[in-house]
């Protein structure tokens, strides 16, 4: 048997490519969009790609599914679970629970696995010629190495109501149906550590049933129901917005997009007119260099491994965007795009250089220390904002901060003054200046930035109120 582990740091996203060696066949489960990854994991090792399989319908991330069966000619194989809600629509073949498909010598056995998702399934593997027992489960995002799927996603982030008390109670049957498996099966998740699909994953790749079984919360309530959904409800972080259209996008009949886009460099004339016309220029430079001078309007989203989750809360699909980007990070960035769905991009600027050469004046962030913050709070016309998410909030802040979660500041304006100065952070300093970038866009003046942020406040030993 052949198996490999495919990673996408940026969105914590797990794929997995699993090959019969001696039939020369393979299969790849919930791939993301940029496909050409498989493609060459198949050419390298003589496989044929017969299978594509999906664990759910995501919300995360835009499935590449549809894009690899039409450029191998493999089959789809997707959850035909969960009602009539939640079927895809478009042509595949249908699994139910007990299912079972056979990649030459190995057998996927389909287990309806609901409470994440009403439709999620997961995949335990046989190696028939290794042994007649089990020895793997992919699980996507059902079970997490030391969490579990969230079920709250379809109510927050797709707004269906009623939802996630619902599937938290069928996530605590699941549950228990995985707890019975055989100790030594490996689990293979969908997602790791920095996932917005649950709130407490861990970092290493793979774990097994016994061990999930004596570190996992989830199985710490064998007896008690109420108190499981309570704790799996609670504290969780805020989904982004695109979450809402990727679950539309990866159940719909959508147009593919089956290769890399190549971007195209735009006249510095036409970024202007665009951003007079609303259009957003996303500077994708390190935010000391967006601090140290930047084109005025535009937005600051680094190309770090946050930069799709961040684009995904501030752009608008169906509409054109800009990236101010080096030729040299384009390749990285339109495939993080694209992996939520994001390819309407009318071009790039490399550099602010010609905008400055053409007698442009670049706008700067004005940054200040820990001791300056602490002049400033309590202050009559100082307002501090704490753009961290509700639980950061929620566990230390300084004292008087009034709490605006940066993914939600644009249609929370209202919470910030107009008057006066304000300051703005979060833990490390990123999403201060993300939102600096959203208020000045907005018209916003006076605004300063606490580089340090959360982070150098309590490496000072500064107080915090929670």
Request: glycine residues 10%; charged residues 20%; hydrophobic residues 40%.
């Amino acid at each position: 048997m052949f198996f490999q582990h495919v990673y996408d740091r940026s969105l914590a996203q797990a794929s997995y490519v699993i090959g019969c060696q001696k039939a020369g066949l393979a299969a790849v489960i919930d791939p993301k969009r940029d496909v050409d990854t498989y493609l060459e994991v198949a050419r390298q090792n003589g496989f044929r790609i017969t299978h594509v399989m999906e664990t759910h319908i995501h919300a995360d991330f835009l499935s590449g599914a549809r894009e690899l069966a039409a450029l191998t000619g493999a089959a789809l194989y997707l959850s035909d679970e969960g009602g009539p809600d939640w079927e895809y629509e478009f042509e595949h073949v249908g699994l139910r629970d007990g299912d079972t498909l056979n990649v030459g010598n190995i057998t996927f056995e389909v287990l309806h696995t609901p409470g994440h998702t009403p439709e999620s399934i997961s995949f335990l593997l046989t190696d028939n010629p290794a042994s007649p027992e089990p020895v793997m489960l992919f699980t996507g995002d059902f079970v997490f190495v030391g969490d579990i799927g969230r079920p709250d996603l379809l109510e927050k982030a797709a707004g269906i109501k009623g939802t996630q008390e619902a599937g938290a109670h069928t996530m605590y049957r699941s549950i228990a149906r995985f707890a019975a498996l055989p100790d030594h099966i490996q689990v293979w998740p969908g997602h790791g550590a920095g996932s917005a699909c649950g709130k407490a994953l861990g970092a290493v790749p793979s774990s097994t049933v016994g061990y999930e079984k004596i570190r996992n919360w989830a199985f710490r309530f064998p007896q008690d129901e109420a108190g499981f959904v309570s704790y799996l409800l609670e504290d969780q972080p805020e989904p982004p917005r695109y979450f809402a259209m990727m679950k539309r996008l990866n159940k719909v009949d959508r147009p593919l997009l089956t290769a890399v886009p190549a971007l195209r460099r735009l006249p510095l004339a036409e970024v202007e007119a665009a951003m007079a016309a609303g259009m957003v220029l996303i500077d994708t430079r390190p935010k000391a260099e967006f601090a140290k001078g930047h084109i005025p309007g535009s937005l600051n989203i680094q190309g770090n491994n946050a930069f799709a989750t961040w684009a995904g809360w501030y752009l608008d699909y169906g509409k054109p965007f800009m990236l101010l980007a080096d030729e040299s990070t384009h390749d990285d960035l339109t495939r993080k795009l694209m992996r939520i769905g994001l390819d309407d991009i009318l071009g790039y600027l490399p550099s602010p250089s010609e905008y400055v050469a053409n007698g442009g004046r670049l706008a700067t962030v004005e940054v200040i220390d820990a001791d300056q913050v602490r002049q400033l709070v309590g202050q009559p016309d100082v307002q501090v904002v704490d753009l961290r998410g509700t639980t950061e909030y929620k566990s230390g802040h300084i004292a008087g901060a009034d709490h605006v979660f940066v993914g939600t500041l644009p249609r929370h304006l209202d919470r910030v003054r107009r008057d006066g100065r304000v300051v703005l952070l979060c833990q490390g300093g990123d999403r201060a200046t993300i939102g600096h970038s959203l208020l000045a866009r907005a018209g916003y003046q006076n605004l300063l930035n606490y580089a340090g942020s959360m982070n150098d406040w309590l490496g000072k030993g500064f107080p915090v109120v929670s």
